[in-house]
């Protein structure tokens, strides 16, 4: 066997795969390098050790296998596993399996349009996103291998789902490897594919070499059952190039005394030589009907009796060409390169005369096909291609295109309707031959480009068809219906400014009389493109009402889901009347059940909890996000709308002070491992909560994970900047906290998104918070130009940020609250500007307990207290709102914000109840100042000192008079044992006392 190095390589990375880091290793190399054999023994001993080993392969039929053929192969005895037991986890068996592979028990599932829904996500991810979780489940509890063999000639389906499993398997015990070859011709973008996969995060290219002549002689060893003379073994090294295969062949030919020039098929061509014409003519046969061929299907095409095709079988067997295959049933090459070797070697003619044998055959008996009804499909469209009979061609590749569509094999379907299109205009009366205008194919080439993912493309095939349309007599419904279908591309493709304007074509081009399903549907388009795009929400509504009418009276239910959904987001957003506005999201999510549509009832749960959280629902909308996710999760929904559902309910959380609960929600968000944006936003929001809490080396972990993601998105970068600049506030940074704040700011507010993230509000009060302290400290400093520009940057940003904050507040239906967000902003500024308002600062707490969110209330009344004491007023009121905002900041777990409340309590020699937090982060060299019989006062007083304040600045730091603060300051010195405030902030430094920057100068 040899291949020590790439032996042990594989092993190595299969233990790493088995601790739960996924790999995906790419076995490259020539034809008959020994890939094949090298898997075999990889596989052999993975299953020594217990863990399970799928493999698949694919094969060629024409350019490359038949839809999902690999997976389809690999993949069927864990189906009927999980559909006999349901794997322990009681889930069945995903509707998108069900179908490529029927299960006892599985029913039809319905069939959906191939493209994205409302929400973007297609049947393709859907069924992707079962496999994925098919093999997660597999590899409990001894690991999974899953082989894909011969991956260049994987069909464009099957090479999707081979790329998004790289991507996608993480954390499970998988590992995927595929073997590929060298050799053959770029087809069809496969090198691009294929670099592709290499660049994933885990993925590893292995390159199998030529053997060397001392491997090379171990083979011939292995092959002759006894070591090989010198003389032999130089020989077949020379001609073989190093080669397994050509050696194996070489050896084989030999015995017959037969060395021929070495091209991988001469050996092969020299031993057909040998046999008689009937087993050369059905050796021919099986080359153009497969790798792996059944002899119903060989007697058939060929004509022989059983008894002739039995002795040409056996004929061929001793010649070690074409042997039986493990089923009994049929027959198969010895290898794949001895099928192509006779394939390449017959003249044009007798090919096409091959082929169309073949394709008689499957056309007038399917069974004797290949098992799969789409297979048998797709095989046909090929052959009648490669017999050159161009009508025949035209109408399988239509039907090869609508069988795979119907297995949500969209790249494979893609390409067979890409074929007949090309022979569209071969084809004298195409139409009649296809059974379908050409308008028809066009649209069904724009559904499946739009579910691979090529929305570009689908558009030009949908423009096309309308082209043709518009020149015709056509109904005008037809014509409505591709406008319609023009917008969502549009969409899908991020083009949202002309989403609402294809709609609406549409609308005027479909009648209103009678009510059609068509017109409703069009019309709730139209009205979901004017909120999604343009944020037209009366106009919307006046839409959606119209849609709601003609839904009802054409029984379209989907539609009529839809036309409530949007009637609810307008209701909301236009506070016209919110509470019928959630009434009419219930009733989209009951129809949505009704019909059993996951897709429409995400939709309508996810603009619920929106809604829910603008009205200050906070309860009610963590409530439903996490109803939806459980619903979501029973009727398989994809992790992506799992993970939203789940993070709609974790932002609520977050809002509401529920700070725990919201950590466990963003747990499991990040458990669905949804990636995107959807795992994007968990990470960010995350670090954000991290670093509200103080936590600041969790918040820069998540921070580091949503880095890795490599995806950009203006709410989760503002979440993040957020995090950032608490970070750099935590760390006395207030320049670096002031850029991540600003920046954080810009791109939330250029974005388009809506609805909005309501965490926002949380980065524009952070802004707020930086730039007033900047103005502080700058004033302090004397630097009135600092102070200047901090101050106007503090009015930009309470100016800058109603917008944003309309966008997470309910501004119209809940004044309260807007007025609680104006207050914060007046207050800061006044802060900003060296004012001292308690009042201000007081209504920005909100006007009642629990107005309001709770960190804001708690951080105003922190500042409420300072400022009474700074302007020497009410005591008791100063005590009262400090114990107002210790007890909130606690509740909140907010540290960070507790520690400035401690700290100014220190300093009013202030007592709170509770057991204050410890100070900054506890220095330990701290600990050794009590041996200089410092107070704690005296401590404070140090502390101030190393941050640079003055005597004055110290008194009102610590509301004492300044003639207090010197006699502090002096004591001070005096048992540090120095004679200025600048030796002593030395010798402060030197004892790691931390600076007390935190009181206001
Ligand atoms: N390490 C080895 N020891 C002994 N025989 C080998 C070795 N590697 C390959 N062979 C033999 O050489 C022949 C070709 O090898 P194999 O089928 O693995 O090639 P391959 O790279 O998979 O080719 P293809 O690209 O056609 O799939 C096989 O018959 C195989 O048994
Ligand atoms: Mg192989």
């Known amino acids: 066997m040899g291949r020590q190095v790439e032996l042990a390589l594989l092993d190595e990375l299969l233990g790493e795969a088995r601790a739960g880091e996924p790999v995906t290793v790419l076995i490259c190399g020539e034809a008959g390098a020994g890939k094949t054999r090298l898997v075999t023994e990889v596989t052999a001993a993975a299953r020594g050790r217990g863990t399970r080993a799928l493999v698949g392969s694919c094969t060629a039929v024409g350019r490359w296998s038949f839809a999902f053929a690999p997976f389809v192969e690999a993949l069927r005895p864990v189906i009927r596993e999980l559909a006999i037991s349901g794997g322990g986890s009681g889930r069945p068996v995903g509707p998108g399996l069900t179908r490529l592979m029927p299960v006892p028990g599985g029913g039809a599932a319905g069939r959906d349009p191939p493209d994205p829904g409302p929400f973007g996500v297609s049947p393709q991810l859907r069924l992707f996103e079962e496999v994925l979780d098919t093999l997660e489940r597999a590899a409990v509890p001894a690991g999974l291998l899953l082989v894909i063999e011969d991956l260049h000639w994987a069909d464009p389906s099957s090479r999707g789902l081979f790329e998004f499993l790289s991507r996608n398997l993480r954390s499970a015990a998988v590992a995927l490897v595929g073997t590929v070859r060298t050799d053959e011709p770029d087809d069809g973008g496969f090198l691009e594919w294929l670099a592709e996969v290499q660049r994933g995060p885990r993925a590893v290219r292995m390159e199998l070499e030529r053997f060397c002549r001392e491997e090379l002689a171990d083979l011939v060893a292995g092959v002759l059952g006894h070591p090989p003379s010198a003389e032999l073994a130089g020989r077949v090294y020379e001609r073989s190039g190093g080669n397994a295969f050509l050696a194996e062949e070489l050896l084989a030919a030999g015995e017959r005394g037969v060395l021929v020039p070495s091209t991988v098929g001469s050996p092969v061509l020299a031993r057909m030589a040998g046999v008689s014409m009937s087993a050369r003519g059905l050796l021919r046969l099986a080359a153009v009907a497969g790798v792996r061929v059944g002899h119903g299907l060989l007697a058939a095409a060929s004509g022989l009796g059983d008894d002739a095709l039995l002795a040409a079988a056996r004929e061929l067997a001793e010649n070690h060409l074409l042997v039986a295959d493990a089923s009994g049933d049929g027959y198969v090459f010895r290898h794949a390169l001895t099928r192509e070797a006779v394939y390449d070697d017959l003249l044009p ?99 499946v480009a739009s579910g691979a993912g090529e929305h570009e493309r689908a558009m030009r095939y949908v423009d096309d068809a309308i082209g043709e349309l518009e020149h015709t007599a056509a109904a005008p419904i037809q014509i409505g219906l591709l406008y319609e279908r023009k917008a969502w591309y549009l969409s899908w493709a991020g083009r949202m400014g002309e989403f609402a304007e294809w709609t609406g074509r549409a609308v005027a081009l479909v009648p209103s009389e009678p009510p059609t399903p068509e017109r409703a549907h069009v019309l709730a388009a139209h009205a979901h493109a004017l909120t999604v795009g343009q944020r037209r929400y009366e106009e919307a509504s006046r839409v959606a009402a119209g849609a709601l009418d003609a839904a009802r009276a054409a029984g379209a239910r989907r539609d009529e889901a839809r036309a409530h959904t949007v009637l609810g987001v307008c209701l909301v957003m236009t506070s016209t009347d919110p509470e019928a506005g959630i009434r009419q999201f219930d009733q989209a999510l009951a129809i949505g059940r009704e019909i059993g549509d996951a897709g429409e009832a995400a939709l309508a749960s996810f603009l619920l909890t929106d809604a829910l959280i603008r009205l200050g629902r906070l309860d009610d909308a963590a409530a439903t996000g996490f109803e939806a996710a459980h619903i979501g999760v029973q009727s398989g929904a994809l992790r992506n709308e799992v993970g939203l559902s789940l993070f709609n309910a974790a932002e609520a959380l977050f809002l509401a002070g529920r700070w725990d609960d919201c950590e466990q929600a963003l747990e499991q968000v990040r458990d669905q491992r949804a990636g995107g ?23 820069a972990a998540a921070m580091a994970d949503a880095a890795t993601l490599g995806v950009v998105q203006p709410d989760g970068e503002g979440m993040l900047r957020a995090a950032q600049a608490q970070i750099a506030l935590h760390q006395g940074e207030l320049d670096a906290a002031h850029r ?178 410890p100070a900054t982060p506890p220095a330990p060299a701290e600990r ?74």
């Open 677 to 699: 944006i959807v795992e994007l936003w968990g990470l960010a929001l995350f670090a954000l909560l991290q670093a509200s809490r103080g936590r600041d080396e969790a918040a």
């Open 740 to 917: 991540a704040a600003l920046d954080g700011l810009d791109t939330v507010a250029g974005s388009e998104s809506e609805p909005g993230m309501a965490t926002t509000v949380t980065l524009v009060e952070l802004a707020l918070r930086i730039e007033a302290d900047r103005a502080q400290v700058a004033r302090a400093r004397h630097d009135p130009a600092g102070e200047q520009g901090a101050v106007e940057s503090t009015r930009t940003v309470a100016v800058r940020t109603p917008a944003v904050r309309v966008r997470s507040a309910a501004a119209a239906q809940r004044p309260e609250v807007t007025r609680a967000h104006r207050a914060l902003a007046d207050a800061e500024v006044g802060r900003a500007e060296g004012r001292s308002e308690p009042d201000a600062w007081r209504s920005a707490a909100g006007a009642g307990a629990g107005q309001g969110a709770p960190q804001r209330t708690a951080y105003a009344r922190f500042r409420e207290a300072e400022a009474v004491l700074a302007s020497r007023g009410d005591r008791a009121r100063a005590i009262d709102a400090l114990a107002a905002a210790h007890a909130a900041a606690r509740e909140l777990g907010a540290d960070p914000l507790g520690r400035e409340i401690d700290a100014l309590a220190r300093r009013a020699r202030i007592e709170l109840t509770d057991e204050p937090l």
């Open 349 to 447: 003619g007798e090919r096409q005369q091959l082929h169309r044998a073949v394709a008689r055959v499957l056309r007038d008996e399917p069974a004797l096909g290949p098992p799969a009804p789409w297979a048998v499909a797709e095989a046909l469209a090929e052959h009648w291609f490669a017999a050159g009979d161009l009508e025949d061609a035209l109408a399988a590749s239509v039907g090869a295109g609508n069988a795979a569509r119907e297995v949500v094999a969209v790249a494979a379907a893609l390409d067979h309707y890409q074929r007949a299109l090309d022979l569209w205009d071969r084809v004298t009366d195409p139409e009649t031959v296809a059974g379908i205008g050409r308008p028809v194919l066009l649209e069904s080439a724009a559904e």
């Open 928 to 1001: 050794g100042l009590a041996t200089l019989g410092l107070t704690s006062r005296e401590l404070e007083v140090l502390r101030l000192l190393a941050a640079g304040y003055t005597n004055p600045q110290i008194g009102e730091a610590l509301y004492i008079s300044r003639k207090t603060a010197s006699h502090h300051v002096s004591s001070v010195l005096s048992k540090l044992g120095v004679t200025t405030r600048v030796e002593a902030a030395g010798v402060a430094h030197q004892l790691g006392v931390t600076p007390d920057t935190t009181a206001p100068k």
